[in-house]
């Protein structure tokens, strides 16, 4: 039977020549039938189906593709999570990776929004007040070095072993406020025996509360009672006990509190003054005979620059307008003194303060007093207010025997006139 195409059956246990069949062996799906493959009844790729899912697959990355496009995901709505990988996944559910989102920087971090410039500006701000820290805390221990040259020899009592109420003063407590500082300033004179007395008695208050600076002169001649000594001149306290009995003895009478001190000797004083470049004074004509007659000077009423000599003298005249004129130019002297101190340069005032500060005594410590004054810094421009205990008409002037001339108090109605002078409140707790 001749052998056609259709009849053509290789023999058994023979396999025909590779060749035989196709001279192409890759295209094993030929739609010729000449040297075609026998076809398997279960064939090893389904093509069909593997072409639906790649087909299908694009078509979702397309349309996933145009509806970012379109619409871009908000933040919220963006995957949670981000795969680092390209291409697909196996199960063709992952998208390609966003490598713009991956790297871009958050805006919280210096990114796009602003957010980088008010960072710079949070450092800017944060390097002005690390270097404003840095000068604060260099003029603190330069002012704490200048204070700890000062006398601090002069008052080893405690100044409580003498507290107590006087029998001639109120019985009210001691009165105090955390918004004003006090203290007390003496000038020192010493007698041919060398017997210290407080010739001079201003208490420096500063009001923070009221942004007022205060002075109080109490008058040197004032009939007080001082711890176990009895009624004497108020002068008399710092001659018996130093600073702490002329700080106790003003609590006792006049029942504020009084605490710190700062004292200088009158020689001192001038000292001071001169440094500072003298006072700016007007002279009336009373006060101008006083200095020609004592002095030898040839002033004309007028304004008079005095320094050394002449500016303490102006203090201490005792001749004209007695202890009232007197405690009056005191307390001028020391204001002008003040605002000096705050227009002198800090090279020169340098130099002045390492020559005074030795000679000045205190019990204030050097950190303490530095903080005092660089918390209290605007006092230079609060307003002044002066006045005198006690006040005309709260006093007879009275000559005693064995004690002299002496001034006696109406304390009950000085102690409240002080208050409100201090504290702007007369209340008696």
């Known amino acids: 039977m001749p052998s056609t195409p259709q009849n053509h059956q290789p023999r058994r246990g023979r396999t025909p020549p590779y060749g035989s069949y196709n001279n192409n062996p890759r295209d094993v799906y030929s739609n010729s039938n000449a040297g075609r493959r026998p076809q398997q009844s279960d064939p090893m790729v389904d093509i069909s189906s593997y072409s639906n899912r790649r087909r299908t697959a ?33 199960d063709d559910r992952a998208t390609p990776v966003s490598r713009q989102r991956a790297v871009q920087p958050s805006p919280v971090y210096g990114g796009r929004g602003g957010s980088g410039v008010r960072r710079k500006k949070h450092h800017a701000l944060r390097n002005i007040l690390c270097v404003l820290l840095a000068l604060l805390i260099a003029l603190f ?33 001691i009165k105090s406020s955390p918004w004003i500082t006090n203290i007390l300033l003496l000038g020192i004179d010493q007698d041919p025996d060398n017997t210290h007395r407080s010739d001079t008695m201003i208490l420096f208050s500063i009001d923070r509360q009221h942004m007022k600076l205060k002075m109080t002169s109490f008058l040197r001649d004032t009939y007080v009672e001082i711890p176990n000594h009895g009624r ?34 009158f020689d001192t004083f001038a000292t001071i003054l001169n ?126 025997d064995g004690v002299g001339w002496v001034e006696v108090a109406d304390m009950e109605k000085n102690c409240t006139l002080l208050r409100q002078f201090l504290f702007e409140d007369s209340s008696h707790s």
């Open 232 to 265: 004497q001149k108020l002068n008399a306290a710092f001659a018996f006990g130093g600073p702490a009995m002329a700080m106790q003895t003003l609590e006792n009478n006049y029942r504020i509190k009084i605490d710190q001190y700062m004292a200088v000797n």
């Open 275 to 400: 440094e500072f470049g003298g006072i700016d004074v007007t002279l009336n004509e009373g006060l101008c005979k006083e200095f020609n007659a004592n002095l030898g000077t040839h002033f004309t009423p007028g304004k008079r620059t005095l320094k050394g000599v002449q500016a303490l003298y102006y203090t201490r005249i005792r001749n004209y307008g007695n202890d009232y004129g007197r405690a009056q130019r005191q307390r001028e002297v020391i204001g002008q003194l003040i605002k000096k101190m705050a227009t002198v340069g800090p090279v020169k005032l340098n130099s002045i303060l390492k020559k005074i500060m030795p000679m000045i005594w205190t019990n204030i410590p050097a950190a303490k007093l530095s903080a005092i004054c660089m918390l209290n810094m605007p006092v230079v421009f609060f307003k002044q207010k002066t006045q005198q205990i006690p006040q005309d008409g709260t006093f007879d002037g009275k000559d005693l």
């Open 58 to 90: 694009n078509a979702r990355q397309t349309a996933a593709a145009h509806q970012r496009r379109v619409a871009p995901p908000s933040r919220h709505t963006q995957e949670a999570q981000v795969r680092y990988h390209d291409g697909f996944d196996f």
């Open 141 to 173: 221990a330069w002012i704490t070095a200048i204070f700890s040259a000062m006398d601090r020899t002069h008052n080893k009592v405690d100044q409580s072993t003498y507290a107590r109420t006087p029998e001639h003063a109120p019985t009210w407590s």
